[in-house]
DNA sequence: ATAAATGTTAAGAA
DNA sequence: CTTCTTAACATTTA
């Protein structure tokens, strides 16, 4: 689940705010039974990860990681959550994911300035950061959460494919003018991906991700495992040929938000 | 049916 | 000390 989506959960979530946990399930190993009794005082985002503070000083911290779920008065058949609280005004179900409930210290040592869908993320900030970068690949450094929080492998494919460059351009070779666009992409295309996502409509707007044929030059796309991490990258080995790498940086449009058009089933990105 | 994947961490090796 | 490799976790989709 990329950082999009845990912002919508957060939103989902905002009925509990200040509601009592009346009891808890799940097959956490954590001490969940300390849950029971506590009201949720605040719910916190960053990057891929939800926080929810409760009052006791308890602060757990949820990753959903590749196959998380989540499910709001609606369990899934066949399935124990990893965690479960009974609200008086509702139950949540959380399957599948990294539960903590000891997570003080790390909500503190987060920095909101590069968590890309953050009233508090900093673009100039992010820029300077770049600095102390060794000289990654793209592909690997839009996955980096402490520099882009929330940003995965959907938001890098195709931010590199709105930024027309090939996943294996240096850093180094983004000159520092441009460096400001690079570093907007990110965050435009989560905001895209937001809007779109709750409208059920994000894979409509993949334009390479998980896509066979450029929308562009209509050649094939490539589908490669690329840059240190290896993870998959799909691009246009015409559109965002290595030869562009030091092209003055332009952000291609990505497509509106439509207001119309058939749903697509919702599911756990 | 087999593999790949919207992700990260920890342990051990080099 | 740093960097790399592997395993672990757990589920859906192609």
Known sequence: MEGPSIVILK?????????????????TKQPKENLE????????????MIFLIFSGNIVTRTHFMLFGSYRIDDPRENRIPRIQF???NGIVYFYACAFNMDAKESL??????VNVLSEDWDEKYVVKLLNDQK???????????ELFAGSGNIVKNEVLFNLRRHPLTKLSDINSRDRKLLVRAVRDYCENFYEWK???ELRKHWQVYKKIKCKVCERKLKREKLGKGQRSCFYCSYCQRKALAKEKLVLHEVLPVTTKG???????H
């Open 262 to 268: 058939p749903k697509e089933k919702r599911l756990d």
């Open 37 to 48: 009794g506590k009201t949720l005082k605040k719910i916190v985002t960053w990057g891929k």
């Open 135 to 145: 000289d990654p690949y793209l592909c690997d450094l839009f996955l980096k959460q």
């Open 108 to 113: 503190e040592s987060l920095d909101q300035q």
């Open 86 to 88: 009974n609200f008086p």
């Open 198 to 200: 709750k409208k059920y």
């Open 11 to 27: 939103e989902e979530l905002k009925p509990f705010l200040n509601k009592k946990v009346q009891s808890v399930e799940g097959n």
